[in-house]
C-alpha cells in the first residue's frame, strides 16, 4: 500500500522535510497522515516503510527534519536498528519510535539512546495529538545525543595536522556518512579550503561577530557545503587585521554545531594561546599529531600534560606522520613512546606523492587506495569507534561508551575497539 506524502502528493520525496514519519504497517501511516493533516503540517512527509527506508531517505534530504516518527514493531533488533539510525540522523533531530512492545525495560534503553518518547501500538490520532501535537512536541522529553567536538593540533609545525584534520573530516562524511563540520581556526586562511577545492566565505569571521543569531538557518546559511554530508567554517582575514576571536562566542558556536552535527573537527593553527586551550578544553577527543623527532616528542609530553589537566578526562589520539623518508637520525616509534610514555595510535607511512597531488588537485588523500589512504581510513575508524578487520574483512561496532571504556582499560590507542 503506497501512502501519499503529505507534501508532494506522491512517492518522490522533497529536498526539505520539518516532519518525517515511516509506518510498518498501512492502518498506522494512515493514522499518522490524518494526524499531520489535522494539525496542517506543510512540510511532512508519512509514508510505509522499513527502518532501512527511513535512514535512505535520511542521507537524501538537503537538511534533516526537525523531527521523526520511525516504527521498530518489525524490527528484529531494535536497539541496533536505531544505533544505525542514529549514525544516520543528526543529533539535534527529535526521534519518536512506535512499537508493540508495552515494555518499561525497552523504554528506558530508548531513553539512554536519546529517544524522545515511545508509543505502543494501536496508534489513534488522539494519542499522536497528546504526544506530538501542540507546544509539547517540540520540546523533547531529553536531549542525550549531542555531536563530538574533535580537536586536532600538532606537536610543531608542519607536521601535517591540518592535513589530518581534513582527510578525517571527508572521511567521516563520505565513507560513515556523519554529518561533518570542519572549522579551520586560522582566521588569516588556513590550507583546509585548498585541499578541499573550495573557497572561503569569511564564514568563521562573520559568524564569531553574531553570535547571538546562532540559528539553524542561519548557521546552514554560513558554511560552505563540500557535499552533502560536509561543511567547512572558515576565514580569510587581511594579514593585518586582529585575530583574537572572542572565547566565549567560539564555545557558543561548537555548542550550536553539535546540535546539528555527529563531528566538529576543528584544526588548531597553533598549539599554544587562549585560542587552542578553550578549544581542547572543549573538545571531547584530542588528535595530536606529531613527527618523530626529539622536538616533537617534548613538545607532545607537554600537550599531553595539556589535556590530562582537564577537569573531566578525554581520550587523546596520538598520530606519528613520517612527513620525509625514514632516516637514521630519526628516533623510531619505539623511542618516541618511551620518551613520552604513552603508545602512538596510528602511524602515517611517508608519501610525498600522494600528498602534493591531494593538494595540487584539492582532492583528499584518504579518497584515494595508497598507503597513506588507507592509514588516514583506519584513523577515522578509531576515532568513531569503529575496527576494521582487514583478515576477516568486516567492520565492527561497538557502542561508543563502552569502546571508551576498553580504551581507558588497556591504555592502548594503537587500535580502537
Given at each position: 500500500?503506497?501512502?501519499?506524502?503529505?507534501?508532494?502528493?506522491?512517492?518522490?520525496?522533497?529536498?526539505?522535510?520539518?516532519?518525517?514519519?515511516?509506518?510498518?504497517?498501512?492502518d498506522s501511516a494512515q493514522v499518522m497522515e490524518r494526524f499531520t493533516v489535522e494539525q496542517m503540517m506543510p512540510h511532512a512527509l508519512v509514508r510505509q516503510g522499513s527502518m532501512d527506508e527511513a535512514?535512505?531517505?535520511?542521507?537524501?534530504?538537503?537538511?534533516?527534519?526537525?523531527?521523526?516518527?520511525?516504527?521498530?514493531?518489525?524490527s528484529a533488533m531494535p536497539l541496533s536498528d536505531l544505533a544505525r539510525l542514529a549514525d544516520a540522523c543528526a543529533p539535534s533531530v527529535s526521534v519518536v519510535v512506535i512499537g508493540d512492545r508495552n515494555?518499561?525495560?525497552?523504554?528506558?534503553?530508548?531513553?539512554?539512546?536519546?529517544?524522545?518518547?515511545?508509543?505502543?501500538?494501536?496508534?489513534?490520532?488522539?494519542?499522536?495529538?497528546?504526544?506530538?501535537?501542540?507546544?509539547?512536541?517540540?520540546?523533547?522529553?531529553?536531549?542525550?545525543?549531542?555531536?563530538?567536538?574533535?580537536?586536532?593540533?600538532?606537536?610543531?609545525?608542519?607536521?601535517?595536522?591540518?592535513?589530518?584534520?581534513?582527510?578525517?573530516?571527508?572521511?567521516?562524511?563520505?565513507?560513515?556518512?556523519?554529518?561533518?563540520?570542519?572549522?579551520?581556526?586560522?582566521?588569516?586562511?588556513?590550507?583546509?579550503?585548498?585541499?578541499?577545492?573550495?573557497?572561503?566565505?569569511?564564514?568563521?569571521?562573520?559568524?564569531?561577530?553574531?553570535?547571538?543569531?546562532l540559528d539553524p538557518h542561519y548557521v546552514n546559511r554560513t558554511l560552505v557545503p563540500v557535499g552533502p554530508h560536509l561543511s567547512v567554517l572558515s576565514s580569510e582575514m587581511d594579514f593585518t587585521a586582529?585575530?583574537?576571536?572572542?572565547?566565549?562566542?567560539?564555545?557558543?558556536?561548537?555548542?550550536?554545531?553539535?546540535?546539528?552535527?555527529?563531528?566538529?573537527?576543528?584544526?588548531?593553527?597553533?598549539?599554544?594561546?587562549?585560542?587552542?586551550?578553550?578549544?581542547?578544553?572543549?573538545?571531547?577527543?584530542?588528535?595530536?599529531?606529531?613527527?618523530?623527532?626529539?622536538?616533537?616528542?617534548?613538545?607532545?609530553?607537554?600537550?599531553?600534560?595539556?589535556?590530562?589537566?582537564?577537569?573531566?578526562?578525554?581520550?587523546?589520539?596520538?598520530?606519528?606522520?613520517?612527513?620525509?623518508?625514514?632516516?637514521?637520525?630519526?628516533?623510531?616509534?619505539?623511542?618516541?613512546?618511551?620518551?613520552?610514555?604513552?603508545?602512538?595510535?596510528?602511524?602515517?607511512?611517508?608519501?610525498?606523492?600522494?600528498?602534493?597531488?591531494?593538494?595540487?588537485?584539492?582532492?583528499?588523500?584518504?579518497?584515494?587506495?595508497?598507503?597513506?589512504?588507507?592509514?588516514?581510513?583506519?584513523?577515522?575508524?578509531?576515532?568513531?569507534?569503529?575496527?576494521?578487520?582487514?583478515?576477516?574483512?568486516?567492520?565492527?561496532?561497538?557502542?561508543?561508551?563502552?569502546?571508551?571504556?576498553?580504551?581507558?582499560?588497556?591504555?592502548?590507542?594503537?587500535?580502537?575497539?
Open positions: 500500500m503506497l501512502i501519499r506524502d503529505a507534501v508532494s502528493g506522491g512517492r518522490a520525496a522533497p529536498r526539505n522535510v520539518e516532519f518525517m514519519a515511516f509506518l510498518v504497517d498501512g535512514i535512505t531517505l535520511l542521507g537524501q534530504l538537503d537538511r534533516p527534519p526537525e523531527r521523526l516518527v520511525v516504527d521498530i514493531s518489525a515494555d518499561v525495560g525497552l523504554f528506558r534503553e530508548l531513553l539512554r539512546m536519546g529517544v524522545d518518547d515511545y508509543l505502543s501500538k494501536p496508534l489513534t490520532v488522539e494519542l499522536l495529538r497528546r504526544t506530538l501535537g501542540g507546544q509539547a512536541a517540540a520540546e523533547p522529553v531529553q536531549q542525550v545525543r549531542t555531536g563530538k567536538l574533535v580537536a586536532c593540533v600538532g606537536a610543531r609545525g608542519g607536521v601535517g595536522a591540518s592535513t589530518v584534520a581534513v582527510n578525517l573530516a571527508w572521511a567521516l562524511a563520505n565513507r560513515q556518512q556523519r554529518r561533518v563540520a570542519l572549522i579551520d581556526l586560522d582566521p588569516h586562511g588556513g590550507p583546509a579550503n585548498v585541499l578541499l577545492g573550495v573557497r572561503s566565505n569569511e564564514g568563521l569571521t562573520d559568524v564569531l561577530k553574531n553570535v547571538n543569531r586582529g585575530t583574537q576571536p572572542d572565547l566565549l562566542a567560539l564555545q557558543r558556536l561548537f555548542n550550536e554545531l553539535k546540535k546539528h552535527f555527529h563531528y566538529i573537527i576543528a584544526d588548531l593553527p597553533d598549539r599554544a594561546g587562549p585560542v587552542s586551550q578553550c578549544v581542547i578544553e572543549a573538545a571531547q577527543t584530542t588528535v595530536l599529531v606529531s613527527d618523530p623527532s626529539v622536538y616533537g616528542a617534548r613538545e607532545s609530553a607537554r600537550l599531553i600534560r595539556l589535556a590530562e589537566n582537564r577537569d573531566i578526562a578525554m581520550p587523546l589520539v596520538l598520530v606519528i606522520n613520517h612527513t620525509h623518508p625514514e632516516g637514521k637520525a630519526e628516533l623510531t616509534v619505539r623511542d618516541f613512546e618511551e620518551a613520552i610514555g604513552r603508545k602512538v595510535s596510528q602511524e602515517l607511512p611517508h608519501d610525498n606523492e600522494a600528498a602534493v597531488e591531494a593538494e595540487n588537485l584539492g582532492a583528499p588523500i584518504v579518497g584515494g587506495k595508497g598507503p597513506l589512504a588507507q592509514a588516514l581510513l583506519a584513523l577515522s575508524h578509531d576515532l568513531s569507534g569503529r575496527r576494521v578487520e582487514a583478515a576477516a574483512g568486516v567492520t565492527i561496532r561497538l557502542p561508543p561508551l563502552l569502546a571508551q571504556t576498553l580504551q581507558g582499560l588497556s591504555g592502548l590507542w594503537k587500535r580502537r575497539p
